[in-house]
């Protein structure tokens, strides 16, 4: 089975500032993806970024960047030049699958607030 | 190009009624996936269809039912209803499940049920 931890409930983070979301998971399966993504108050989930566990080099998409640690089991995510409109929940989640289906297994999620 | 959509946006049912959620993928994607996000928490995977089949189900009661129809789209029903069936219903489409690699779940604005 798969598992994502996400531990910090919460931070601020000054306007343009750089910050680090933690996630560690937990999986039995050699070949996994993770993935970022960001759920403002409306509720959409937004893709933000994958990572493939055989890929060689950390993924990068614009401002977000994945920091893979394969060893430690740890999948977090920077967001670079922090903006107003980051303010939002933020969840890790790794693909998983169950019978015959493919499924996203999702951490509790840390909500993430931009000062200006 | 339109991306998922689902119906309605909010609900409001009394405990022991039933309830019809929609869902129309992105045109192109033959797989929907149904979540129940309550609040405070991740998205939990509730069914996979593909190809109008079910492909697999998460740890839900059988209350919780769903199909897919010839043009893909998808209802997700739920029966004699809890109060703790409140949550956030999400419906995710992707063109190909089950390849392994990227497959990225597009998700829709989801409908906010309430439970009374």
Redesign the interface.
Known sequence: AQKITQTQPGMFVQEKEAVTLDCTYDTSDPSYGLFWYKQPSSGEMIFLIYQGSYDQQNATEGRYSLNFQKARKSANLVISASQLGDSAMYFCAMRGFQGGSEKLVFGKGMKLTVNP | DAGVTQSPTHLIKTRGQHVTLRCSPISGHKSV?W?QQVL??????I??Y?EKEE????NFPDRFSARQFPNYSSELNVNALLLGDSA?Y?C?S?PN??T???????????T?LTVL
């Open positions: 996936s979540y405070g928490q991740g998205p939990q995977f069914f996979q593909y492909r697999g189900r998460g956030l999400l995710a992707s499940p089950g392994g690699g990227f497959n990225e779940q597009f998700f829709g604005p989801g906010r």
